[in-house]
């Protein structure tokens, strides 16, 4: 609505204009004037005004002609019509309100009659644009829920691919711009561990698929825990073997005894597992080891399927380590050593000939945790 309300009146006789112009205007309201059904046509997409008082029998274009035409633009806001006449025939009034007419007067206009009329329908114009901005307003709210609901989606897609290599806790604080983009190539100096069952590639050759399987559930169900609660990353499993680091995606500043601490709650955890699995004549132990340094990290693969990786001497010397370690044990480097000799108490195992290694590697056995 427009302040004062703008009042159209299309009649070809200006007389008539100009007492209705007069009698609007001294009530407070805008006039705007045609003199045609086409001067009226162009007037109100020009002016767009809050009411229009129409002449039915005009030049041109007749008062029924222009309603019709105004109530097919579907690009006008809507605009109360009272359709003004001399005619009285009951079947000219019906015509009027079927093009889509709102109000009627008759000729000669009566004073009180208009103010009413012009009153009334000004009511309904302003009751019009308050529930058409109301609809506009919700259709905002809908648009910007429904891209709130795309977004969230996306985010828990996101969140599920990131689970697939973090934990929990690390792909939500990922998400909430806690961490770096860790599918992006970087290089950060890591805590690697490597662990795998000792005797299991005995075990698989001599024992039944559905034996291989069970065994296999049940060691990632103990491992996968106690690398959640400890919120490593886990880089890939391949049948027993497993390969965890810390550092990445998120810095921690104590990567080494993050990898000491979790190593040792899973010889705890497999202990009663491996003792069951002797019992049923399954010769399995469990080895660990751990090497510290720096590796490339990122996504690797294609559109569609990645895996997370890191690359690196350090992701060598810790599945070297792993390889030597006899059950019940966890390997750490030198480099490990120096992060965690307060945290543990470890023995050394001597100078190891390393596959890919051209000097010999110092090992220690982790024997427990000091504190």
């Known amino acids: 609505m427009?302040?004062?309300?703008?009042?159209?009146?299309?009649?070809?006789?200006?007389?008539?204009?100009e007492i209705l112009r007069m009698r609007l205007e001294a009530h407070g309201y805008e006039v705007v004037t045609a003199a045609d059904g086409e001067e009226g046509l162009a007037a109100v997409r020009?002016?767009?005004?809050?009411?229009?008082?129409?002449?039915?029998?005009?030049?041109?274009?007749?008062?029924i002609e222009v309603c019709r035409r105004l109530r097919a633009d579907p690009s006008l806001p809507f605009i109360?019509?009272?359709?003004?006449?001399?005619?009285?025939?009951?079947?000219?009034?019906?015509?009027?309100?079927e093009a889509g007419g709102d109000e009627f007067l008759t000729k000669?206009?009566?004073?009180?009659?208009?103010?009413?009329?012009?009153?009334?329908?000004?009511?309904?114009?302003a009751l019009q644009d308050t529930v058409q901005g109301q609809a506009a307003q919700l259709q905002e709210w809908n648009q910007k829920l429904e891209q709130r609901v795309t977004d969230q989606v996306a985010q828990l897609d996101n969140l599920g691919r990131l689970k697939r290599f973090f934990s929990p806790q690390l792909a939500e604080l990922i998400l909430a711009g806690g961490a770096d983009d860790p599918l992006k190539s970087h290089r950060r100096e890591v805590a690697v561990v490597f662990l795998d069952l000792r005797g299991f590639t005995a075990f698989a050759e001599t024992n039944e698929p559905e034996?291989?399987?069970?065994?296999?559930?049940?060691?990632?169900?103990?491992?996968?825990?106690?690398?959640?609660?400890?919120?490593?990353?886990?880089?890939?499993?391949?049948?027993?073997?497993?390969?965890?680091?810390?550092?990445?995606?998120?810095?921690?500043?104590?990567?080494?005894?993050?990898?000491?601490?979790?190593?040792?709650?899973?010889?705890?955890?497999?202990?009663?597992?491996?003792?069951?699995?002797?019992k049923l004549g399954f010769d399995l132990g469990?080895?660990?080891?751990?090497?510290?340094?720096?590796?490339?990290i990122g996504a690797v693969g294609f559109e569609g399927r990645w895996d997370y990786g890191a690359i690196g001497t350090v992701t060598n010397l810790a599945?070297?380590?792993?390889?030597?370690?006899?059950?019940?044990?966890?390997?750490?480097?030198?480099?490990?050593?120096?992060?965690?000799?307060?945290?543990?108490?470890?023995?050394?195992?001597?100078?190891?000939?390393?596959?890919?290694?051209?000097?010999?590697?110092?090992?220690?056995?982790?024997?427990?945790?000091t504190e």
Request: proline share 7%; aromatic share 4%; with cysteine.
């Open 46 to 63: 020009d002016q767009l005004p809050d009411l229009i008082l129409l002449d039915i029998m005009m030049p041109k274009l007749d008062g």
């Open 319 to 369: 599945a070297r380590l792993c390889g030597e370690a006899k059950p019940g044990q966890t390997l750490i480097s030198k480099r490990v050593l120096a992060s965690v000799e307060d945290l543990a108490e470890v023995e050394p195992v001597g100078e190891l000939q390393l596959k890919g290694f051209l000097k010999s590697v110092s090992a220690y056995n982790v024997i427990r945790l």
């Open 80 to 97: 109360p019509i009272v359709l003004v006449t001399a005619k009285s025939d009951p079947k000219d009034v019906v015509a009027a309100l």
């Open 211 to 278: 034996e291989i399987m069970g065994v296999l559930r049940e060691y990632h169900a103990e491992m996968g825990q106690v690398i959640l609660s400890h919120e490593g990353t886990l880089e890939r499993f391949a049948g027993d073997g497993m390969m965890v680091f810390f550092n990445d995606p998120v810095p921690v500043p104590d990567a080494a005894a993050r990898a000491v601490r979790m190593t040792v709650a899973m010889h705890e955890r497999l202990a009663p597992v491996t003792a069951k699995w002797r």
């Open 286 to 296: 469990f080895g660990a080891g751990i090497a510290q340094g720096f590796a490339t």
């Open 108 to 125: 000669p206009v009566d004073h009180a009659a208009l103010i009413a009329r012009v009153k009334s329908m000004l009511r309904i114009k």
């Open 2 to 17: 427009h302040t004062p309300p703008r009042i159209l009146v299309v009649d070809d006789n200006p007389n008539n204009v």
